[in-house]
């Protein structure tokens, strides 16, 4: 089982980046897929939460209206869109795969965004 993250970078305030979340090993269709992210010092924190056929989706407050969940259950594969990126998004970003809302059966290794002029 694994859970891979990639797009990760250094971008500057405004900018937008887009992550890629690649599964295997699990029917990654019947899963909940979340996007977590950890600042230094911080706790981890949800970000977005998209159901296994895509029709519900959640995003923390501190999100909505810039970051877009998605998913493509024939790639295997969940996307977070950032667009008007603030230093205050700065953390690393984890996917997480569950069975059950809230649920997390599998973890990514992370992918860092760091958000600077």
């Known amino acids: 089982v694994q859970l891979v993250e990639s797009g990760g970078g250094l971008v500057q305030p405004g900018g937008s980046l887009r992550l890629s979340c690649a599964a295997s090993?699990?029917?990654?269709?019947?899963?909940?897929l979340s996007w977590y992210r950890q600042a230094p010092g911080k706790e981890r924190e949800l970000v977005a939460r998209i159901a296994t056929t895509g029709s519900d989706r959640n995003y923390a407050d501190s999100v909505k209206g810039r970051f877009t969940i998605s998913r493509d259950n024939g790639k295997n594969t969940a996307y977070l869109q950032m667009n008007s990126l603030k230093p205050e998004d700065t953390a690393v970003y984890y996917c997480?795969?569950?069975?059950?809302?809230?649920?997390?059966?599998?973890w990514g290794q992370g992918t860092q965004v760091t958000v600077s002029s």
């Open positions: 090993g699990f029917t990654f269709r019947r899963y909940v």
């Open positions: 997480a795969a569950g069975k059950a809302w809230g649920a997390y059966d599998y």
